[in-house]
């Protein structure tokens, strides 16, 4: 395996990593129950 090849599997990996860090980030941070949002669209509400 040369090493420009592994450099790319290297760099797709911390990619991979940081992509699932910030999507485990974002689950986490949303408030658990339900949501009520009101708006120029009107009402909405979600439950979690």
Do not use: H, W
């Not at 090493?3 to 290297?10: A, G, I, S």
Request: glycine share 10%; charged share 10%.
């Amino acid at each position: 395996m040369s090493r420009n090849t592994l450099y790319l599997l290297l760099g797709a990996l911390i990619v991979v990593v940081i992509g699932f860090a910030i999507y485990a980030y974002q689950q986490e941070s949303q408030p658990d129950g339900v949501q009520i949002e009101l708006n120029e669209q009107g009402l909405s509400v979600e439950g979690n």
